[in-house]
């Protein structure tokens, strides 16, 4: 990744950071340098699918692993490869394409709609964390400059290691989940800027800046968004892959999109400026077009791997020399700044109305350093704002940072879980008795239902897992429990042994099949009206025992059909027959498809046949004299 004309390369040990040519003209690779050999790729590889595979095993993050194998492999470790710089030359490409693809779901709308998490909390907390931070610097004898950089690299974390890490605990959705994502959106947002004018504030440009004057260098970056949005989006990019879409050829499109990228990051990098703010342009660009979705699909092999390289290489190039020499040092400087970011992302959260479990929790995803601190870093290295031991100090900081955050938030969650969880997520006590109805699941499918049986005056007993959404919904007057309804424990509690109608309107499909088998199995005399999502879904619940199973978006579809026929000049008698047939046809479809969903072959026939017999039928009818 370059920025101010600079191709960016991360301290290795024992060699000088400044050391590089001072910032006059570009920096690259010498013409005879050996790229990457196959036997240095085996390396990475193995080192790769080894210890991913033993940290998933452990449960812990995939990130990890990969900079795990980086320590081992690196210069520091089995030393197996020793020049960090040929490896980071191509993992770099792995942060240009995840700028690229955090451009792409940057739609106008979803970014309004995520307004005040975005640029209300996500820019409290860069602003709090490197004031705090960044006076902390200066109050330990930094530059003012230097102080404002080495806070503002500490405040950003790592938006692929957050955002897995979340994922793989089943937390993005959750209240801490939806604040870290939007504070990380605005922190890749905030770093493109900063990376934009970090040599003009290099001591080297008080005069006379690498590309001439400040304002030339403001002047380029002016002129390469323009190019990029009005010449490359508009003229250029979306016409061209208009043209590679009518191919037809899946690998040429994959190509198409690896040059858009590889195309804008140049025209960045060849104006002085940085790559990843080139690439992060073009996905903005496309973020709104119809190839969108085929972007992000094609790219993401390509980004995964590539970032699983970048991890590799910030192990590698970690400088463990230092934590040998300067362990206080080292030890002293990741758990303040740690500190620091937890504590003052988890008040934030507080101020913000987060709840207690809410605010430690966000609290604890972010606390680490990100990916972007080791190129803001270097860069600042190179541009003489920072000196070769700090930033090599903070390099390591970082790195060691990034280990233990995933590791104190699994520690977090696990304490969390043992000692405060039974406390506060105890369920509601149900007192109510012979209700009737019985409705798991009060979103939205269950809610209407709820609101007809209540101007029937018919009582009911809703349930709902959800502890946020349960406290939104009594708001307006609802009577709904919060409590998990595949708990034999409280299904008993509400009365399901008395009750004659279950409904089961659970939104996620994996606790309304268990909820479906255990109602089932217990309460047999039960009535059991399901929700289900789809096609699967209904099967599963038909294995379950469940007969009156409703397709989520199926009525409302037969629903719309009908007012299209309608709104064409078909008489409304005729379209109500129609739907008929067409409702009976679909549910004996859906019966004969459930006899052999196990035979993929048999299955693919039967969807064929009544196809054929729908057509047949319509076709029939359309014989008939009027």
């Known amino acids: ?131 705090l931070l960044g006076g ?26 957050v955002l897995q890490v979340l994922a793989e605990r089943g937390q993005l959705k959750t209240q801490h989940g939806r604040s870290a994502f939007g504070i990380l959106l605005f922190q890749d947002l905030a770093v493109l800027p900063v990376l934009a004018v970090l040599p003009l504030i290099s001591p080297l440009s008080t005069t006379q800046s690498p590309g001439g004057p400040w304002w030339v260098n403001l002047f380029k970056l002016l002129v390469v968004i323009a190019v990029v949005i009005i010449g490359g989006g508009r003229l250029l990019l979306r016409p061209a892959l208009r043209i590679v879409a009518r191919v037809r050829v899946a690998e040429v499109f994959t190509a198409a999109a690896l040059l858009t990228v590889i195309a804008t990051a140049l025209l960045a990098n060849q104006a002085g400026l940085s790559m990843s703010l080139g690439a992060f342009l073009a996905g903005v660009l496309l973020a709104d077009s119809e190839f ?22 910030v192990g590698m190039s970690a ?7 300067q362990p206080l ?53 190179r541009q003489h704002i920072l000196d070769s031991q700090t930033s090599d100090l903070l390099i390591l900081a970082v790195t060691l940072s990034m280990m233990l955050g995933p590791l104190l938030l699994m520690l977090h969650e696990t304490l969390l879980t043992r000692w405060r969880a039974p406390a506060e997520q105890r369920y509601d006590d149900i007192r109510e008795r012979d209700i ?78 268990r909820t479906a088998q255990l109602v089932r199995a217990q309460f047999p005399h039960l009535k059991v009206f399901a929700r289900a999502r789809n096609r699967q879904h209904a099967f599963a619940l038909m294995d379950a025992g469940v007969r009156n199973i409703i397709r989520e978006t199926y009525a409302s579809s037969l629903e719309m059909a009908a007012s299209v026929l309608e709104a064409l000049g078909t008489a409304p008698a005729a379209v109500r027959d129609i739907v008929r047939k067409f409702r009976q046809h679909d549910e004996a479809t859906l019966a004969a498809q459930y006899e052999v969903k196990e035979d993929e072959t048999k299955f693919a026939a039967a969807a064929r046949e009544a196809a054929q017999q729908l057509e047949k039928l319509f076709e029939a009818d359309e014989g008939k004299p009027g």
């Open 1 to 131: 990744m370059g920025t101010g004309g600079a191709k960016l390369k991360y301290a290795h040990p024992g060699r000088d950071s400044c050391q590089n040519p001072p910032t006059g003209r570009r920096l690259s690779w010498p013409s005879d340098a050996p790229m990457i050999s196959l036997t240095q790729t085996a390396i990475l590889l193995a080192a790769a699918v080894i210890a991913v595979s033993l940290f998933r095993l452990l449960r812990l993050s995939s990130i990890l692993g990969y900079v795990a194998a980086g320590l081992v492999i690196g210069p520091w470790g089995l030393g197996l490869i020793g020049d960090v710089g040929h490896v980071m030359q191509v993992a770099e490409f792995g942060v240009v394409l995840l700028l690229f693809i955090i451009g792409l779901e940057l739609q106008p709308t979803r970014l309004w709609v995520m307004r005040r998490l975005v640029f209300g909390m996500g820019a409290a907390q860069v602003a709090l964390c490197t004031a």
């Open 136 to 161: 902390a610097g200066w109050l330990i004898g930094l530059p003012p400059t230097a102080a404002f950089i080495v806070g503002f690299g500490l405040s950003l974390s790592s938006t692929p290691l």
């Open 292 to 313: 969108r979705h085929e972007l992000e699909a094609d790219l993401e092999p390509f980004k995964g791997l590539l970032l699983g390289l970048f991890f590799i290489a």
């Open 319 to 325: 400088n463990l020399g230092l934590l040998i020499s």
């Open 329 to 381: 040092t080292v030890i002293g400087l990741t758990a303040g700044f740690f500190a620091i970011k937890l504590i003052a992302v988890a008040v934030l959260a507080r101020v913000t109305q987060h709840g207690g479990q809410a605010a430690w929790r966000l609290g604890f995803s972010l606390p680490a350093g990100g990916e972007f601190a080791f190129v803001l870093f270097t860069l600042a290295a």
């Open 436 to 513: 009737p109805v019985i409705i798991a699941g009060f979103g939205r499918f269950g809610q209407i239902v709820g609101r007809i049986l209540r101007v029937k005056r018919i009582p009911f007993t809703a349930l709902d897992s959800n502890q946020t959404h349960v406290d939104f919904v009594r708001k307006f007057g609802n009577k709904v429990y919060y409590g998990d309804a595949s708990r034999l424990d409280l299904l008993r509690a509400a009365g399901a042994e008395t009750a004659k109608i279950f409904v089961l309107a659970i939104d996620d499909v994996e606790p309304s099949n």
